[in-house]
């Protein structure tokens, strides 16, 4: 079973925007066991869709189209597999009386480019769109599977997930189904080869789960993929695998979920434990900050922080000692403890974290790029570690943010 997928956009093949869709898509299928070796991506061209199409039937099974599904006049991909597949297109009755609340409610005016984001195959299915308005159509036609989506990431990721998704299992499947489950470790702190060269041999021998490997964010995410006859079976071999897993790598281990960051583990603990914190950042720059307040139920545990980048600033605004910033200077473990424990004592927070260090380009007071001080203030004591972190600026930075998170993790476990 091959799947294909093709991106319309005259924005994408401009460069104006990145074609994210096809990078979740592709993961998708990867975890659904379907092949997939091509991508695509055209114009709002009609022509060129059909002609694409043409070329999609002859090596794939599936051909999911993301793009082309919006109220404008370019927006045309359901026109155009229309007339290429010779199939009707019907309104989505129940769709088009929402659209039209909708606009009713906004006292707008709605044309008929608005009416036809609610068409879809009429021998096909309406896919519905949790959170836009413009629904998706999916067919299956000579042994093929026709799914189009719309081409906004958020509206085409729940679409494909409450609806595309089970298509696409019930289409490879059939009756003799199998349950195929994803599971995601996510780890910080070691490199990918050491990652690898510790699992090389259950990378070498997987069959049943699977293994895959990638980096986003400074963060190693293990994508473990089990098939079965049923969800008990696939848990119990991810959970077998797993525990295999981190008897090995386990210390630098932070928690399950795709693209699951050090900060949402962080924010998570602290709910739990019914705590508080704040920042006081200089190097990050407010980067920890937006991490943090990113994730659901931060309100519960975040309650401010305040950007120090200069010597002036960590003295006037935190109140850290002219004796320590002349002495010690910014970049040190004197500055970084007196950060965090004057920003606890600012928000009348449990904890308070602190980032002073050299993103770089250039040394700073001596230090080498990379050097980064962490400070964590608790009830008890003020505890500061002293990073050596590589990379570029940013990185740097982020990498500051996750090592916190996760250090102030430790400190509550």
Same mark, same amino acid.
């Given at each position: %079973?091959?799947?294909?997928?093709?991106?319309?956009?005259?924005?994408?093949?401009?460069?104006?925007?990145?074609?994210?869709?096809?990078?979740?898509?592709?993961? @998708?299928?990867?975890?659904?066991?379907?092949?997939?070796?091509?991508?695509?991506?055209?114009?709002?061209?009609?022509?060129?869709?059909?002609?694409?199409?043409?070329?999609?039937?002859?090596?794939? *099974? /599936?051909?999911?189209?993301?793009?082309? /599904?919006?109220?404008?006049?370019?927006? +045309?991909?359901?026109?155009?597999?229309?007339?290429?597949?010779?199939?009707?297109?019907?309104?989505?009755?129940?769709?088009?009386?929402?659209?039209?609340?909708?606009?009713?409610?906004?006292?707008?005016? %709605?044309?008929? !480019?608005?009416?036809?984001?609610?068409?879809?195959?009429?021998?096909?299915?309406?896919?519905?769109?949790?959170?836009?308005?413009?629904? #998706?159509?999916?067919?299956?036609?000579?042994?093929?599977?026709?799914?189009? +989506?719309?081409?906004?990431?958020?509206?085409?990721?729940?679409?494909?997930?409450?609806?595309?998704?089970? !298509?696409?299992? &019930?289409?490879?499947?059939?009756?003799?189904?199998?349950?195929?489950?994803?599971?995601?470790?996510?780890?910080?702190?070691?490199?990918?080869?050491?990652?690898?060269?510790?699992?090389?041999?259950?990378?070498?021998?997987?069959?049943?789960?699977? /293994?895959?490997?990638?980096?986003?964010?400074?963060?190693?995410?293990?994508?473990?993929?089990?098939?079965?006859? &049923?969800? #008990?079976?696939?848990?119990?071999?991810?959970?077998?695998?797993?525990?295999?897993?981190?008897?090995?790598?386990?210390?630098?281990?932070?928690?399950?979920?795709?693209?699951?960051?050090?900060?949402?583990?962080?924010?998570?603990?602290?709910?739990?434990? @019914?705590?508080?914190?704040?920042?006081?950042?200089?190097?990050?720059?407010?980067?920890?900050?937006?991490?943090?307040?990113?994730?659901?139920?931060?309100?519960?545990?975040?309650?401010?922080?305040?950007?120090?980048?200069?010597?002036?600033?960590?003295?006037?605004? !935190?109140?850290?000692?002219?004796?320590? !910033?002349?002495?010690?200077? %910014?970049?040190? @473990?004197?500055?970084?403890?007196? %950060?965090?424990?004057?920003?606890?004592?600012?928000?009348?927070?449990?904890?308070?974290?602190?980032?002073?260090?050299?993103?770089?380009?250039?040394?700073?007071?001596?230090? &080498?790029?990379?050097?980064?001080?962490?400070?964590?203030?608790?009830? *008890? *004591?003020?505890?500061?570690?002293?990073?050596?972190?590589?990379?570029?600026?940013?990185? /740097?930075?982020?990498?500051?943010?996750?090592?916190?998170?996760?250090?102030?993790?430790?400190?509550?476990?």
């Amino acid at each position: %079973m091959k799947a294909e997928i093709i991106a319309i956009g005259t924005e994408i093949l401009m460069g104006q925007i990145l074609n994210t869709n096809a990078q979740f898509l592709a993961q @998708q299928l990867t975890e659904l066991g379907v092949g997939h070796y091509i991508q695509t991506a055209i114009g709002d061209n009609p022509d060129r869709l059909a002609a694409v199409t043409k070329q999609a039937e002859e090596r794939s *099974d /599936i051909i999911i189209y993301s793009g082309g /599904i919006g109220p404008t006049r370019d927006d +045309l991909t359901k026109q155009a597999l229309s007339a290429y597949l010779d199939e009707p297109l019907v309104y989505d009755e129940e769709n088009l009386d929402r659209v039209r609340q909708d606009f009713s409610r906004r006292q707008a005016t %709605m044309s008929d !480019l608005n009416q036809g984001m609610s068409l879809y195959f009429s021998r096909g299915k309406s896919l519905r769109n949790p959170v836009g308005q413009a629904v #998706g159509t999916a067919l299956v036609k000579d042994g093929r599977l026709y799914i189009v +989506l719309p081409g906004f990431p958020k509206e085409m990721r729940a679409m494909f997930l409450e609806e595309g998704k089970a !298509l696409i299992q &019930d289409f490879i499947a059939g009756e003799s189904r199998q349950v195929l489950t994803s599971r995601y470790l996510n780890y910080y702190g070691l490199g990918e080869s050491q990652l690898a060269e510790s699992l090389d041999d259950l990378i070498q021998s997987q069959e049943n789960p699977t /293994i895959g490997t990638y980096s986003k964010n400074n963060v190693l995410t293990l994508r473990l993929t089990a098939s079965g006859s &049923d969800e #008990g079976t696939t848990q119990g071999l991810l959970d077998t695998l797993e525990e295999t897993i981190n008897d090995r790598v386990g210390a630098y281990y932070y928690g399950q979920g795709l693209d699951y960051m050090p900060s949402q583990a962080l924010v998570q603990t602290l709910k739990t434990k @019914q705590k508080t914190v704040s920042l006081a950042e200089s190097l990050t720059g407010g980067m920890a900050a937006a991490a943090i307040v990113d994730c659901p139920g931060a309100s519960e545990i975040f309650e401010g922080g305040v950007v120090t980048y200069s010597l002036q600033a960590k003295r006037d605004v !935190l109140g850290v000692s002219t004796e320590t !910033l002349d002495q010690e200077g %910014m970049v040190s @473990q004197a500055c970084a403890k007196e %950060m965090a424990e004057r920003c606890r004592q600012l928000f009348q927070t449990d904890y308070a974290l602190s980032f002073t260090g050299v993103a770089g380009p250039d040394q700073m007071e001596g230090q &080498d790029v990379g050097t980064v001080f962490i400070g964590i203030a608790g009830p *008890d *004591d003020c505890q500061v570690h002293r990073l050596h972190l590589s990379g570029q600026r940013e990185n /740097i930075r982020r990498s500051a943010v996750h090592a916190a998170c996760l250090a102030l993790i430790q400190k509550l476990n």
